[in-house]
Nanobody
């Protein structure tokens, strides 16, 4: 059994920054297939960032240059550093590990 738990969401002003954290626990052989998705109210769940090809991060165009995904495999943690936040980044952010999903953490960008 694997558990995925996000944290770090909150209210931030436009232009601000937040770091989301995701802890993966349980029966883990390696930290693979990690990613972040988000779902804004009334919208579908959208992919934000993930690792491919042995660890190279890739990003959705909407967040490229502003968000950074990185991991600490020794701690079974993955992070999403978000800068230059915009109101349209408001969403529930979900961490994924393979087929496992967390419960999400709310990010609200508003003045």
């Amino acid at each position: 059994q694997v558990q995925v738990a996000e944290s770090g969401g909150g209210l931030v002003q436009p232009g601000g920054s937040l770091r989301l954290s995701c802890e993966v626990s349980g029966r883990i052989e390696s930290m693979y297939a990690l990613g972040w998705y988000r779902q804004a109210p009334g919208n579908q769940r959208d992919w934000v960032a993930t690792f491919i090809d042995g660890g190279r991060p890739i990003y959705a165009d909407s967040v490229k240059g502003r968000f950074t995904i990185y991991r600490d495999s020794a701690k079974n943690m993955v992070y999403l550093q978000m800068t230059g936040l915009r109101p349209e980044d408001t969403a529930v952010y979900y961490c994924t590990f393979g087929t496992y999903w967390g419960q999400g953490t709310q990010v609200i960008v508003s003045s």
